[in-house]
Structure formats: structure tokens, C-alpha cells
């Protein structure tokens, strides 16, 4: 008996929701129900949980969104542009914003820690890419600054005294 493993393609799936719209009787806002396997429930999203989720697991492991969205043409034949992915990136950042902050402080605790950036444009203007890495946790935060305020927004003052030591791969 031989066993062979391989793996069967993934096919992209498209839904179209009709999204029925009303009024609340108490507060007389509009309302519309979730949109199913989409974060938040979002009716303004492009793509759905599950390929928001692989963006992000493909971002945790090091690839660029250049490199994602080439696998995304490959794999599915979607055009998935930078901006996109950013968006993905951000709305899944949302979405587990306690768990962020869990792991903001677990970094704040780690021995040996690592920080980085590179610039990065939103919307034709100038912003910033940060990576701060330990050992067990890895935080990445998009600021309009290249200053001190945005490792310290994550890092917390403690860090402040240390600063130099903390970013010595300049």
C-alpha cells in the first residue's frame, strides 16, 4: 500500500447579497442586516473573512503584498491590488483590536526586541510601516510618523530611555 498526499486547488468564490435596508422604529436610523463570513458584518467589504484571514496569515509570514498579490493571480486569477491587501490587514486588525493590545503588551515584556520601518504611501501621501519584533510576538502599525511617537505608541514610555538600544538595525 502507498499513501500520496497532494493537495486538491482552492477555487475563489463569488456571492452577491442583496442588501435590504430599513428603518429602526426607536432610533429611526437606517439599518441593514450582516453580511455572512464578513468581518464585522460589513456590507462595504470586498472580500470575505476567509480570504482576509489568508491575506493576513500570508503577511505574518514575511511575504510583501507585491508577493500576495501574485499568489492571489496565480492560485485564483484575482487582480488583488496593495491597497486591498492593506484594507484586508487593517479591517482584520480591527476586528481583533483587544488581541492587538494583548500582544502590544506581551511585546512590552519581552527581553530582546527588534524594530524597523519603511516608508509606505496611502493615498499619495507619506506614512510609515513599522515592525517590531520579538521573540514571541511581532506587532506591525502604519503611522504618518517616522519619529519616536510611533514606537512609543506601541511600546509604551518604559521604552523611551532605551530607544537607542531598541532600534539599533538602522
Known amino acids: 500500500m ?3 498526499e497532494d493537495i486538491v486547488p482552492a477555487r475563489l468564490v463569488v456571492s452577491e447579497y442583496v ?3 430599513r428603518y429602526c422604529k426607536r432610533c429611526g436610523k437606517q439599518v441593514s442586516p450582516a ?4 468581518v464585522n458584518g460589513g456590507s ?7 480570504q482576509m484571514l489568508l491575506i493576513v496569515s500570508l503577511k505574518l509570514l514575511g ?3 507585491a508577493k500576495i498579490s501574485s499568489l492571489f493571480g496565480l492560485l485564483f ?3 488583488v491590488t496593495d491597497a486591498a491587501i ?4 487593517m479591517k482584520i486588525a ?3 483590536g483587544p488581541r492587538y493590545e494583548e500582544l502590544k503588551s506581551d511585546l512590552r515584556k519581552e527581553k530582546s526586541l527588534n524594530g524597523d520601518e519603511t516608508s509606505w504611501r496611502i493615498k499619495g501621501k507619506n506614512h510609515w510601516l513599522w515592525a517590531f519584533v520579538g521573540k514571541w510576538s511581532v506587532i506591525y502599525e502604519i503611522d504618518r510618523s517616522r519619529g519616536k511617537a510611533a514606537p512609543l505608541n506601541v511600546l509604551g514610555n518604559d521604552y523611551q530611555d532605551d530607544m537607542k538600544n531598541v532600534f539599533l538595525s538602522y
Not at 35 to 38: E, L
Open 2 to 4: 502507498r499513501v500520496v
Open 19 to 21: 442588501i435590504k435596508r
Open 35 to 38: 453580511i455572512p463570513n464578513v
Open 44 to 50: 462595504n467589504e470586498r472580500f470575505g473573512l476567509r
Open 63 to 65: 511575504l510583501s503584498y
Open 77 to 79: 486569477d484575482l487582480d
Open 86 to 89: 492593506g484594507h484586508s490587514v
Open 94 to 96: 480591527e476586528a481583533f
